[in-house]
């Protein structure tokens, strides 16, 4: 079976004050007993995987050893079939690399690196609780791009304090060092973060909504213009170097997540993990499954799935594979949504595509809910 594989870190030195994802801080001494598990979880699966890439994200994966890493990749290695992988990436953050990790890193397979900067600003950096400093941001990608030929950096807008000249030049940063792949993200404020009590407090600054559309229309304009053309929502990147990972979960490919609160998807079923690191591993440990949920996906959820995730990408619905997948016709589905979407120039509907106009990438959230059946 095809399959992409995500592994989750949950590990990092500092919890960002944006922060939702799950992962903790102050438990680095769980980090070897959590590699042993991670190991455990994989060679319980079965060996059937044919893996067409594999994606180590967090938390801060780049807190783990070189040792650590090796392990995992070996336990992969000798349990699946990674003849046809074409995508190994790792997140990193900076502050937390050098030179020399990103050389071992190479040698141990992974070809895709992806930095979590977020911002070139030093008082934003600090602001949002990162570790990291413009000078050591700058150091991390130059450093990641002696050694590969693809490097992704995280950047966001919507920041509080942030104005639009912060975001140019962190854009102009990004595009004088050349790096293959951007994704932006505007700030949500989630529940359980440093920002969601402050900003309930009225103590956040947040750029007000006409500043962050702002922000958003420089955004569109100008990253192609340094050449990183826009595949998905948030999602530029030169020609040839997109996220094939990311670009999967797109697309209705089949991954497995192993480590803590980490996802997995076959086709017909979802399983997610304990998301607490302590339980995961005891879990493991003692033998136990380690599912918080699993679950069949009905063919309406399959279905509006598919659309939903689909229209985040340029290439946007394929009305064919709609029609192969689910053996009945898009529109007789979803004809409403599709019409109401039309009249609102939200969708264009080319032979066998449906696709969000660049109005409907904007305002992608109406879209995607009119999917909902
Ligand atoms: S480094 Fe990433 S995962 Fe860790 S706290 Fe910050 S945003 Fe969250």
């Known amino acids: 079976m095809e399959s992409e594989i995500y592994i989750h870190i949950p590990f990092c030195l500092k919890k960002c004050k944006y922060c939702a994802f799950n992962s903790i ?3 680095d001494a769980l980090i070897e007993s959590y590699v042993n598990a991670l190991c455990t979880e994989i060679n319980s699966q079965s060996s059937d995987l044919d893996v067409k890439t594999i994606y180590i994200g967090g938390g801060t994966p780049t807190l783990l050893s070189i040792a650590h890493i090796k392990k995992i990749f070996e336990t992969i290695g000798n349990k699946f079939n990674l003849k046809h992988c074409l995508e190994v990436t790792m997140e990193a953050n900076p502050g937390t690399v050098n030179e020399k990790y990103f050389y071992e890193l190479r040698q141990l397979g992974v070809n895709r690196i992806s930095l979590g900067v977020q911002s070139f600003d030093d008082e934003l950096l600090k602001l949002i609780g990162r570790i990291h400093n413009r000078s050591e941001a700058i150091a991390s990608v130059n450093n990641a ?17 942030q104005t639009l000249d912060n975001l140019k030049d962190s854009i102009d940063m990004a595009a004088s060092l050349d790096v293959e792949h951007v994704s932006i993200y505007g700030l949500e404020i989630e529940e359980g973060t440093e920002f969601f009590k402050l900003h309930s407090q009225n103590k956040l600054n947040l750029p007000t909504e006409d500043e962050a559309v702002e922000m958003y229309d420089y955004i569109v304009d100008r990253l192609p213009k340094c050449g990183w053309w826009r595949y998905e929502i948030s999602n530029f990147a030169k020609s040839g170097f997109e996220s094939q990972h990311n670009l999967g979960y797109w697309s209705d490919v089949k991954y497995i997540g192993f480590g803590a609160g980490a996802h997995s998807y076959d086709g017909f079923r979802r399983k997610s993990n304990v998301k607490s690191v302590s339980e995961y591993i005891n879990g ?3 033998g136990r499954d380690v ?22 990408t340029v290439d946007g619905i394929n009305i064919n594979k709609f029609k192969q997948k689910f053996g009945v016709d898009i529109k007789i589905i979803f004809g409403n949504a599709i ?22 990438m904007k305002f992608g959230n109406i879209a995607f809910a009119e999917f909902l059946i």
């Open 284 to 286: 493991i440990i003692n």
């Open 339 to 360: 019409n109401k979407l039309k009249r609102q120039n939200l969708i264009d509907i080319t032979n066998d595509r449906i696709k969000l106009t660049d109005y409907g």
């Open 291 to 312: 599912s918080l949920l699993e679950e069949e996906i009905t063919t309406q959820a399959a279905m509006e799935e598919f659309c939903f995730l689909a229209l985040r």
């Open 25 to 27: 801080v102050g438990t």
């Open 145 to 161: 791009k002696k050694l590969f030929n693809n490097v992704s950096i995280d950047l966001m807008y919507g920041l509080p304090s």
